[in-house]
């Protein structure tokens, strides 16, 4: 079936360090989300991405979605301990449900 | 806006039993998904509603769960018997349709599952 990929698995950085974690898919996704767990918590929505090469911002986060939409990425700056948890891509093939990755679970060090 | 409600937060059961779960989800979000997750891994759906119907429930182990939506607003998810590895977190997630492409998710807090 239909498997999307992250990496790396877990990223642990001090606190004012950059942080990127990757999705890829095996193939054409027609849309991508991302979501944040913080530990303890649930998932919450915080972008979706549809169009190729496209680029959105969200304060210090940068979501990217690759020209062959089998990809994207999320780019922290200058992490905070309010980063801290885990970050999973989600995507589907067209008219199918969202599947997500196995998330990067971030640590920031005080 | 009330989220989507999930209840219980925590259940402990014995292998072979059964437990069922409860969710409520955001008022007039006509999607309801069911996803299992397994600590340290991703949620994996396990059903998807469409008002009352099944869109997909192809990774559904139908020999233990069943779920069902009747009236198209709350659903229930069942296992029984449970087995050791039915132990995680299941959330319940509801989204609107206008037909596009997939909506967002709202997940609820979920029921963490013990099972000994």
């Known amino acids: 079936g239909q498997q999307v990929m992250q990496i790396p698995q877990y990223q642990h950085v001090q606190e004012g360090e950059d942080f990127t974690t990757y999705c890829n898919s095996s193939?054409?996704?027609?849309?991508i989300q991302w979501y944040k767990q913080r530990p303890g918590g649930h998932p919450v929505f915080l972008i979706q991405l549809v169009k190729s090469g496209e680029v959105k911002k969200q304060k210090r986060l940068t979501f990217q979605f690759g020209e062959a939409k089998k990809n994207s990425s999320l780019h922290i700056t200058a992490t905070q301990t309010t980063d801290v948890g885990t970050y999973f891509c989600?995507?589907?093939?067209?008219?199918?449900?969202?599947?997500f990755g196995k998330g990067t679970r971030l640590s920031v060090i005080a | 806006e009330a989220g989507v409600a999930q209840s219980p937060r925590y259940k402990i059961i014995e292998k072979r039993q059964s437990v069922a779960f409860w969710c409520n989800p955001i008022s007039g979000h006509a999607t309801l998904y069911w996803y299992q997750q397994i600590l340290g891994q991703g949620p994996k759906l396990l059903i998807q509603?469409?008002?009352?119907?099944?869109?997909?429930d192809s990774q559904l182990p139908k020999d233990r769960f069943s779920a069902e939506r009747l009236k198209g607003v709350d659903s229930t998810l069942k296992i029984q018997p449970a087995k050791l590895e039915d132990s995680a977190v299941y959330l319940c997630?509801?989204?609107?349709?206008?037909?596009?492409?997939?909506?967002?998710?709202?997940f609820g807090s979920g029921t963490q599952l013990s099972v000994l």
């Open positions: 193939t054409t996704l027609s849309n």
């Open positions: 989600a995507g589907p093939k067209r008219n199918t449900p969202l599947v």
């Open positions: 509603f469409q008002n009352n119907g099944v869109v997909d």
């Open positions: 997630a509801s989204s609107l349709v206008d037909g596009a492409t997939n909506e967002k998710l709202f």
